[in-house]
């Protein structure tokens, strides 16, 4: 609680905004294991056979998605954030993440890619991305990926999800929006929604599904989606998230399903005693 209040606090007073203060979940650190896995050779070829996309780095760095071989510091940041959510979504037995912010232009498609990222260079882990914003998709022209229809499409039954899904690497599939969609919480309500995501899950058996779902503050699109989803993460930015909203937006979250914790994006300042130069993302 004390941390993210903190460090609010101190990029706040950089720009010589005035101070606040909030509450906050707070997340474990550790490696997962390797999931084990039964009739791997079929599952392979399921994976192996959805069409891959070659990303390109100068696009990626463009817009503030790192790899390893990138920015090192940027995309360590990010690999512990990656640990931290994967080891306590193990913990409890989770598997279906959703990312939210309470108000837009938080950074939280920016962090969904970055977890994609970080998760594709984890080989013994695979990962769905869903791009639930239809309203405002971002993730394919942030990635620089053109997508065959929308998440819309697949939820609904009307394209097949292999024909659809991108790979990135050999253990990221990623479902993305070629345009907008209109009124995406009468697709969330619909019973073949719920039916579609259990059924991607049980024929591709990721890790983790990781669903970067609107503003909580913007409709009710996330809202609707979250029966769906074992946890949240909320991604607070350290410019202008005020606590007021975070609470808010945490107990909102809470009525429906689990706060995995809160992300302090666009925090200009490190740790010096820590050893890493974050200016990305530090969890809480």
């Not at 993210?4 to 203060?21: H, I, M, N, T, W």
């Not at 599904?209 to 809202?223: E, G, K, R, T």
């Not at 740790?271 to 993302?281: F, H, I, L, P, T």
Request: aromatic content about 6%.
């Amino acid at each position: 609680m004390e941390k993210l209040q903190a460090a609010l606090e101190k990029a706040r007073e950089r720009r010589g905004d005035a101070p606040v203060s909030s509450g906050i979940v707070e997340s474990d650190a550790a490696a997962p294991s390797a999931p084990r896995e039964r009739g791997a050779s079929t599952l392979d070829q399921r994976w192996a056979a959805l069409e891959e996309f070659q990303t390109d780095p100068a696009h990626l760095i463009k817009n503030r998605v790192f790899s390893a071989g990138s920015k090192q510091s940027e995309a360590a940041s990010f690999d512990v954030l990656r640990t931290k959510a994967l080891k306590q979504m193990e913990k409890n037995g989770w598997r279906r993440l959703a990312v939210t912010s309470a108000n837009s232009g938080a950074g939280k498609s920016t962090v969904c890619c970055n977890l994609a990222s970080s998760i594709a260079r984890q080989r013994s882990i695979r990962a769905i991305l869903m791009d639930l914003d239809m309203r405002r998709p971002a993730l394919a022209d942030i990635l620089g990926v053109k997508p065959t229809g929308t998440v819309a499409d697949v939820l609904n039954g009307s394209l097949p999800f292999e024909q659809h899904a991108r790979r990135l690497g050999p253990n990221v599939a990623l479902s993305l929006n070629a345009h907008r969609v209109k009124d995406p919480s009468d697709v969330f309500l619909n019973t073949s929604t719920t039916e579609t995501v259990n059924r991607i899950e049980a024929e591709y058996k990721p890790s983790i599904m990781l669903f970067d779902v609107p503003p909580m503050f913007v409709n009710d699109d996330a809202a609707a989606f979250f029966t769906n989803v074992d946890c949240v993460l909320i991604v607070a930015d350290a410019e202008r998230s005020k606590v007021a909203d975070l609470d808010r937006c945490e107990k909102e979250v809470a009525d429906h399903t689990n706060v995995l914790g809160m992300v302090l994006n666009k925090c200009r300042h490190s740790d010096e005693g820590y050893g890493y130069g974050y200016n990305s993302g530090e969890a809480y």
